[in-house]
Nanobody
Framework: QVQLVESGGGLVQAGGSLRLSCAASGRTSGSAVMGWFRQAPGKERQFVAAITWSGEQTINADSVKGRFTISRDNAKNTVYLQMNSLTPEDTAVYYC??????????????????WGQGTQVTVSS
């Protein structure tokens, strides 16, 4: 089992920045890929970004390219999501997720095995 705890959410004005953290505990060695997803009210959960265990491969959704950066610190078992140039459309609950399988499409939510409880990000106009 892997436990994931997100932090760093909050209220920010448009154009501002936030950094989300996801602390992993438990059998973290089985987490080949870590990802961030988000879900706005009344909308489906949406892929944001993913990173492999080694950190060599990262993937970002088109909607956040150039603005969001995913990174990880394996020594701290923590994954980060640096979010810059935020807009009201980025308002959502952000979830951290981990998957055991290292291959395949990293943007598919059902392929992730473990999920955090989520952290709210609200961007005001």
């Amino acid at each position: 089992q892997v436990q994931l705890v997100e932090s760093g959410g909050g209220l920010v004005q448009a154009g501002g920045s936030l950094r989300l953290s996801c602390a992993a505990s438990g059998r973290t060695s089985g987490s080949a890929v870590m990802g961030w997803f988000r879900q706005a009210p009344g909308k489906e959960r949406q892929f944001v970004a993913a990173i492999t265990w080694s950190g060599e491969q990262t993937i970002n959704a088109d909607s956040v390219k150039g603005r969001f950066t995913i990174s990880r610190d394996n020594a701290k078992n923590t994954v980060y999501l640096q979010m810059n140039s935020l807009t009201p459309e980025d308002t959502a609950v952000y979830y951290c997720a981990a998957r055991r399988r290292g291959s395949g499409n990293y943007a598919i939510a059902p392929d992730y095995d473990y999920w955090g409880q989520g952290t709210q990000v609200t961007v005001s106009s």
